[in-house]
């Protein structure tokens, strides 16, 4: 009887099962990618010796005090600095890592791709990290100059991966960098010798042993190295590499578990009302089976049986896709951030999991109906359907009484929504629940496309930063404002900060602009920057604690010093968590520090740069080769580059959110056309008379059709109101340190939501309504004689 039921309504079962194998094989996808990244992570790391702890600065003692700490395997030195970096005609910013020579350091290895190690004795040389060299095409015997002090020409001997950069984040607050603007190269440490000291910093690497309670070690470490005066301190979780690379990895695990769950909870729905029509239409067929001795327990079985079936084959095909999806997207993410070593697992837990993901939802959503038909008593089953509300006017009509006043097919059409109160309930829950899918997806595209515009179209509304080997001064100011299509140039400097409070130390940048800058807009409450202490993101708040009149010391590393202000107000903005102060604020600080010419050392361009906006009636393209022509400049960064690397990068994130509103838009369609299927089947004793009574099929078909486009528009004002809910709560849950986001609502995509539904009801009226014109009448009526 199960086979046969399910061919009869073989659309409406297939409609349930499609959904549950969406739901399952996005819960597989997104799960096995999870795991797939975090072990490929972790064996890189492994295999590369990744630091668990980064510490910048401190005392000749600080090696000696981390050695000894309980569960520390190594510790390490080396120098870093920031320095322009000239590569053929492009001059970028580089970042230079001082490494042993011959041999590869014993934390934070580099896994060489082509070419070789550096060698003592050939000259100047550098490996050159994979992400830049794969920008430039550099490869071994290519050449560059480090354009700092005399100028040093370096030959590129290999090219190789990094535990630290398999994101090439430059900083915490920079996880986005322009690859053509920004690179790393490991050198000898000994050539770090002939830069500026401004822009060298001394590090401490840390390696922890296997099995260690991490927690307990980072917390030493960190007190030793504060201890020591150590002006920053990174753990690897923090490291901004690592960290962006989290972002992904949590976004699979909040998503494996997020969506999947919304369309199992649409597809145990769809079953619910499949199954509780089915079995209100076959209240005589169960009647005459418990009259005839069939217990309520097979009866129960036999309902239960529907949802058990159609979850099992479901999820079976549900949780094989997902494996190989999940397969194929670990494999392409990898291959695209060039990740060096890649795992691939079929897990059992995911297949079980997966499985049992559509098992519940089809027995839970068919427990109810089962129930409901073992309940049935036999006499009053096989009395058949009787009216159990008096006619009169509906609802609606009382509110608005003109409508009485209707042709009656409008006011059968009004009423038949009152008359059949479960019939109705169940059309507009599913118009809720298909909203919330579509808006789910289509607000979080709305709400990523908001970060990126408000970003670079109201906050940071800059067009370029120069670059100069000259001090960045009024001089070069001028002569970068002469140049015709430039309307304003300031200059601007970003350091590397971080503060530390109750042992809990954040990386960030400080950025310094001056008073009266038009490169930034201020979203802090007063709008503007302070005459007198400092701005930060307002995340601050979450990560260390502090408040607007809490005074906060800031580590600087590249000058080696500390200053301390008053942390005035918040800004709100949706990239990172960096500090503003003002120029003149910030050289009276660090003077104050000891510092004999603040002035003069903010002036060097390995400190400053000089933003530039544009007349946008002149050719950018135009503009910034005039810049680059004047003398001292080095380079001119487009700073729309920075834009365009972000749409690329978010076109991955617009096509996963397409996916999602097309998976979205299928289950609603299912939700939907199980609903009005079934609609139409239960009334088409309704449906006969009316016809035998002479109705037309065309006035059939328009109150079918108003009836459901009426259900669907009171389902719509819900529907989009916990959409909205909802889609807020999974916008929130990706906040983090790179990314502050807010549900951000286009009114197009609420409009467009709404006409989808009327779209869908519309298309999932169609079988419905030829049901209609193919109704038997005599058929009907001999079925409702039996």
Known sequence: KRRRDIRRQKWQFLAVGVTVAIGVMMFAATYDSYRNLTVSYERTYERLAFADMTITGGSTGLV??????????????????????????????????????????????????????????????????????????????????????????????????SPEYLWP??????????????????????????????????????????????????????????????????????????????????????????????????????????????????????????????????????????????????????????SVAGALMTSAYTSALSIPDTVVSFRPLTIVVGVLFGVVAGALSAMLPARGASRIAPAEAMRGESPLLSGGRSLIEKLI????????????????????????????????????????????????????????????????????????????????????????????????????????????????????????????????????????????????GVAPGDQVRINIPTLDTSITLELVEFVDEPLGIPLYIRYDVL?????????EDPESLMAEPYVTTAMTTFDPSINRDTTIAAIQGVPGVLSVQDARSLYDLLQEFLALFYLFGGFMLAFGAVIAYSLMFNTVSMNVSERSSEFAALKASGMSNRTIAWMVAGENFLLTAIGIVPGIALGTWVSAKFIESFNNDAFTFSLSVNPLTIVAAILSMFVVAFVSLIPGIRSVKRLDIGRVIRERAA
């Not at 934390?107 to 060489?112: A, E, F, L, T």
């Not at 496309?449 to 001064?473: G, H, K, L, T």
């Open 587 to 595: 050289e009276s600080a660090l003077r104050d520090a000891g510092l």
């Open 169 to 322: 984040a430059a900083s915490t607050q920079e996880i986005f960098v322009d690859p053509k603007q920004f690179g790393v190269f490991f050198v000898d440490d000994a050539l770090l010798e002939n830069v500026p000291p401004s822009v060298a910093v001394t590090e401490t690497l840390v390696l922890y042993a296997d099995g260690v309670d991490v927690e307990s070690v980072d917390a030493a470490v960190r007190s030793a190295a504060t201890d020591s005066g150590a002006t920053s301190i990174l753990t690897q979780a923090d490291q901004p590499s690592n960290s962006a690379l989290q972002l992904d990895v949590n976004g699979f695990e909040q998503m494996s578990i997020a969506f999947p769950l919304l369309f199992l909870t649409a597809a145990g729905m769809a079953m619910y009302v499949l199954l509780t029509r089915t079995v209100f239409s076959q209240r005589t067929v169960i009647g005459t089976l418990r009259a005839s001795g069939v217990s309520a327990r097979d009866l129960l079985r036999h309902y239960l049986g529907f949802g058990l079936w159609i979850g099992t084959v479901s999820a079976v095909v549900g949780v094989l896709l997902g």
């Open 64 to 161: 000696d005090a981390v050695a000894g700490i309980e569960g520390v395997e190594a510790v390490t030195v080396r120098h870093t600095a920031e320095v322009p970096i000239t590569i053929g005609t492009t001059t970028l910013r580089g970042r230079l890592i001082g490494m042993p020579v011959p041999d590869q350091p014993k934390i934070n290895k580099i896994d060489v791709e082509s070419g070789r190690y550096l060698t003592a004795g050939t000259g100047p040389g550098a490996v050159a990290e994979a992400h830049v060299a794969n920008t430039f095409e550099l490869s071994p015997g290519s050449t560059l100059q480090i354009v700092a002090g005399p100028g040093i020409d370096v030959t590129v001997v290999g090219t190789a991966a």
């Open 401 to 544: 009484p003109p409508l009485s006043s209707l042709s009656v097919r409008t006011r059968m059409t009004l009423r038949g929504i009152g008359r059949a109160k479960r019939r109705s309930f169940s059309t507009i829950l599913g118009v809720v629940l298909a909203l919330i899918l579509v808006l789910a997806s289509g607000l979080m595209i709305d709400s990523m496309i908001n970060v990126v515009n408000r970003w670079f179209n109201v906050i940071s509304v800059q067009d370029a930063n120069v670059i100069a080997s000259r001090p960045v001064d009024a001089a070069l100011l001028a002569d970068v404002t002469a140049v015709v299509g430039v309307t304003r140039a300031e200059k601007v400097s970003n350091l590397g900060a971080s503060i530390t409070t109750d042992g809990v130390t954040f990386g960030t940048s400080l950025q310094a602009f001056e008073a009266t800058t038009v490169m930034h807009t201020w979203t802090n409450p007063s709008g503007e920057l302070p005459a007198s202490g400092f701005l930060a993101g307002a995340g601050l708040a979450d990560k260390l």
